[in-house]
């Protein structure tokens, strides 16, 4: 089976989608999955030695490497971000806040829960399937003259 990784889609916009894109310091970062069909189920069925082996798989989370230590648990593809909203508002559902600047590499990781049957067994394998991209994480600060 060829299992789909998961298209990364993030504000900041990643460095290889928009080179000039920077996130800031103590925003929420909208993190989702840019292709939801991946946590569509997808079934196969093969014979091998006359036994007929089925598998049934399915995305149960997606979890998020931030790149400076934090893994963002997420187990539905996320809300993606529209200009319409608040640039301050945090995601309703998978989101992370940096707390200092830098360069990151974001990694998603699909967790695939395979389910299969035949020969008169059956059982659970769990399968990642994984992407990356990197950002960049900057700090807005200001200059007050008296």
Same mark, same amino acid.
């Given at each position: ?16 989608? +928009?080179? #000039?894109? !920077? &996130?800031? *310091?103590?925003?929420?970062? %909208?993190?989702?999955? @840019?292709?939801?069909? $991946?946590?569509? =189920? ?9 036994? +007929?082996? #089925?598998? !049934? &798989?399915? *995305?149960?989370?997606?979890? %998020?490497?931030?790149? @400076?230590?934090?893994? $963002?648990?997420? =187990? ?9 909203? +608040? ?21 998603? =990781? ?37």
């Amino acid at each position: 089976m060829n299992l789909a990784v998961p298209s990364i889609g993030m504000v900041p916009r990643p460095t290889t989608v +928009d080179p #000039s894109s !920077v &996130g800031l *310091v103590g925003l929420q970062n %909208w993190l989702w999955v @840019d292709n939801p069909e $991946i946590f569509q =189920t997808v079934t196969n069925t093969a014979t091998l030695d006359g036994w +007929d082996i #089925s598998v !049934v &798989g399915r *995305v149960v989370a997606v979890d %998020w490497d931030m790149g @400076d230590g934090d893994v $963002i648990h997420c =187990t539905g593809p996320g809300t993606p971000y529209v200009q319409e909203r +608040d640039q301050f508002d945090a995601s309703p559902t998978c989101g992370h806040m940096y707390t200092k600047q830098g360069r990151y590499t974001v990694t998603a =990781t699909a967790r695939w829960q395979m389910d299969w049957s035949g020969g008169r067994r059956s059982g659970t394998i769990m399968m990642d399937s994984t992407s990356s991209v990197p950002i960049v994480i900057g700090e807005w600060q200001t200059l007050r003259r008296s």
